[in-house]
């Protein structure tokens, strides 16, 4: 946690987000310091969205504290609207414009002037490579290009704050590492991200720090680095047993490892050297039909702090 | 001053349907076709059977002169209450433009007074045009007339700010039939636009008298004709309370549509 109030660019405390008698966030605590990319880490349905929506002013605050850009989305909703970008969930395009027109308007919403509404147009289509397309209709895009449109109206009014709410989701894996890069190239200029994605490899390639939300809270909290030497070992030795294999198991992995996580597909030891646990599976003859030493991920924290995988 | 900053950044939406209008102007210019047809086809076609009417005051009038403001009234209604309802239910459910919107400094209370003032721009051309042709007419039998065109911008801001709070209502595209089959299709049969009320019987009569097109036309056909008296000013006091009323469940039923 950050220390004085003033230098965190979001804080909550606390922060409770209910729909009737569910709880969507529970009383979390998080400070989103300026220059940073923070990431919200976690399985869909455990908060995430609500929470971008509170910062984004676009759902109230039920309980606790929240501050955006040092104002009160509750009282000030218009001028911290006026500092974010948001790139939301779901593209909200403006289907009835082209593709150029929508930055143009976007920028009028704004009261961004005609004259650097359109210079700003130009640049970030060709930011997000799509001046080609700027006179096509936005029904004709693909997804990744939906998305990527998304993000240059997003950045249409230079915001302080940048709000991705899965910003890869149902990309193919092209589109994705093309969006990455710019959101990368967004990060080395200096802006501040808040990134919410239940994908890990995201989360460690763009986030400087990062929660992982569970069920409305907040279960761990660090850069990914840190979440990774707190939870788990160095590396992961991945097994996978035939049927038979699996059944003949019971108890001779003891002791091998630091933790050993059973998954439908397959078995994860969790140990500082693979390669030597690995040796050990073998000398207890332990029949195996593919082994995989791998460095931990954020997918391992996640499964040691919930016991549950992240995606499927 | 607040509401006034909001009425004056909703200009922005007014500023986007312009846009959108830009690819397809024919679709405004068809409104302005519809009350023509009407008067024409009906005002001269059953002008033709009918000939003439009398009004409360015991003049003798031509019954397209008879018509021709309530087809007026119609048009102003007809054309904020398909922009309010067909066009913002997609924008609303479909599209969620609105939500693209919700994340600039524009508010609910922006959208909604800018769907209404673009609503009302199309009805000024409607309007204008219609009055255009009973000047050319000689439809107009009385210069209380000059002020027919700011209370039909008030009938189409009435009927706007009705469509709107009607289409967050609204769930499917099935859920149209409705308001056009239920409520806006009888007002126009039935709100003394072609004969006057006393035609029909009490419990008709009643219902009429209660329907705010029944006031609208009343009014307008008031001023064209030259008939105005306590029947105009409780027409008008109606449709203000109308008015409010609608605009109130209009802001409400967005803001629960789209703030969750």
Request: aromatic share 8%; hydrophobic share 45%.
């Amino acid at each position: 946690m950050s220390g004085a109030t003033g230098d965190a660019l979001v804080r909550a405390r606390k922060l409770t987000k209910r729909f009737g008698s569910f709880t969507a966030v529970d009383a979390v605590d998080f400070d989103v310091r300026p220059g940073e990319s923070f990431g919200f880490l976690g399985p869909n349905g455990a908060g995430k969205t609500s929470t971008m929506r509170m910062i984004a002013c676009a759902s109230p605050v039920t309980d606790g504290e929240l501050s955006v850009i040092d104002m009160n989305p509750q009282t000030q909703a218009r001028e911290i609207k006026a500092r974010l970008g948001v790139v939301p969930q779901t593209d909200n395009l403006d289907t009835e414009l082209t593709v150029r027109e929508n930055l143009e308007m976007y920028a009028r919403y704004f009261d961004i002037p005609g004259s650097v509404a359109r210079s700003r147009a130009d640049e970030l289509l060709e930011f997000v490579q799509l001046d080609e397309r700027a006179k096509d209709q936005v029904e004709t895009l693909s997804g990744g290009m939906k998305r990527r449109l998304t993000i240059a109206r997003a950045l249409i009014n230079e915001p302080d704050l940048i709000i991705f709410d899965e910003p890869t989701t149902g990309l193919d894996p092209q589109a994705r590492h093309l969006l990455w890069d710019r959101l990368y190239r967004l990060k080395q200029r200096g802006a501040t991200l808040i990134i919410t994605t239940h994908y890990m490899d995201e989360a460690e390639q763009l986030c400087d720090r990062l929660v992982v939300m569970d069920k409305a809270r907040i279960a761990a909290e660090g850069s990914p680095r840190e979440l990774i030497d707190r939870y788990s070992t160095k590396e992961v030795l991945e097994l996978r047993f035939g049927d038979a294999e699996r059944a003949g198991l019971d108890g001779r992995l003891e002791g091998l490892a630091q933790r050993v996580e059973v998954l439908p597909d397959r078995t994860l030891l969790y140990t500082d050297d693979g390669e030597k646990t690995l040796d050990e599976v073998h000398q207890r003859n332990i029949a195996v039909q593919s082994a995989l030493v791998r460095r931990a991920s954020l997918e391992d924290v996640f499964l040691s702090l919930t016991g549950r995988s992240l995606v499927e | 001053m607040r509401a006034w900053d909001v009425v004056w950044k909703a200009r922005r939406l007014v500023e986007r349907n312009i846009m959108v209008y830009r690819h397809q102007w024919i679709v405004i210019l068809s409104g302005v076709a519809e009350p023509i047809f009407y008067l024409v086809g009906i005002g001269m076609g059953l002008g033709g059977l009918v000939q003439t009417v009398k009004l409360s005051d015991g003049r003798v009038i031509s019954y397209t002169a008879y018509v021709a403001p309530a087809l007026l009234a119609t048009a102003a209604m007809n054309g904020a209450v398909f922009e309010t309802i067909f066009n913002v239910f997609f924008k609303l459910n479909f599209a969620k433009t609105y939500d693209g919107i919700l994340a600039t400094p524009m508010g609910i209370g922006e959208i909604a007074i800018g769907e209404m003032l673009w609503a009302l721009m199309r009805a000024t051309l409607y309007a204008v045009s219609m009055l255009v042709l009973m000047v050319v007419l000689g439809l107009i039998l009385s210069p209380w007339a000059i002020l027919a065109l700011p209370v039909t911008l008030f009938v189409a801001a009435t009927f706007a700010a009705t469509g709107l709070a009607g289409t967050a209502f609204l769930r499917t595209v099935q859920d149209f039939d409705i308001p056009m089959g239920l409520i806006v299709m009888p007002m126009f049969l039935f709100s003394g636009t072609f004969f006057p009320v006393s035609a029909y019987p009490t419990p008709i009569q009643l219902f009429m008298q209660a329907t705010p097109l029944f006031h609208s036309i009343s009014l307008i056909r008031g001023l064209t004709t030259g008939v105005v008296g306590g029947q105009q000013a409780v027409d008008f006091a109606y449709l203000l309370g109308f008015f409010s009323l609608m605009m109130v469940i209009a802001m409400r039923r967005m803001e629960r549509k789209l703030i969750k």
